[in-house]
């Protein structure tokens, strides 16, 4: 089995930055992708931003510029850098890693921008 820790929510102003982690524990065979997906009240989940192994990040088109996302493999751990945080930002985010066979997930973080 495969757990994923988040950390790093909470409540930030707009055009505050916050940085989430999250660690993968347990029996992993093989990473082929981590990432970040967050889902707001009332909308379906979606991608924030991935880096398969080996490959480039991949971003949403609303968080290009804004947000950064990086591996340690070293760890087996993500993280998410968030900057110029905007309302529409609010939602819980959840960390994913596939293996090749399966995802899972984290219990999610919750983030909240607003003044």
């Known amino acids: 089995q495969v757990q994923l820790v988040e950390s790093g929510g909470g409540l930030v102003q707009p055009g505050g930055s916050l940085r989430l982690s999250c660690a993968a524990s347990g029996i992993i065979f093989r990473i082929y992708v981590m990432g970040w997906y967050r889902q707001a009240p009332g909308k379906q989940r979606e991608l924030v931003a991935n880096i398969p192994t080996g490959f480039s990040p991949n971003y949403a088109d609303s968080e290009k510029g804004r947000f950064t996302i990086s591996r340690d493999n070293a760890k087996n751990t993500v993280y998410l850098q968030m900057n110029s945080l905007k309302p529409e930002d609010t939602a819980v985010y959840y960390c994913?890693?596939?293996?090749?066979?399966?995802?899972?997930w984290g219990q999610g973080t919750q983030v909240t921008v607003s003044s």
């Open positions: 994913q890693l596939h293996n090749g066979v399966r995802d899972y």
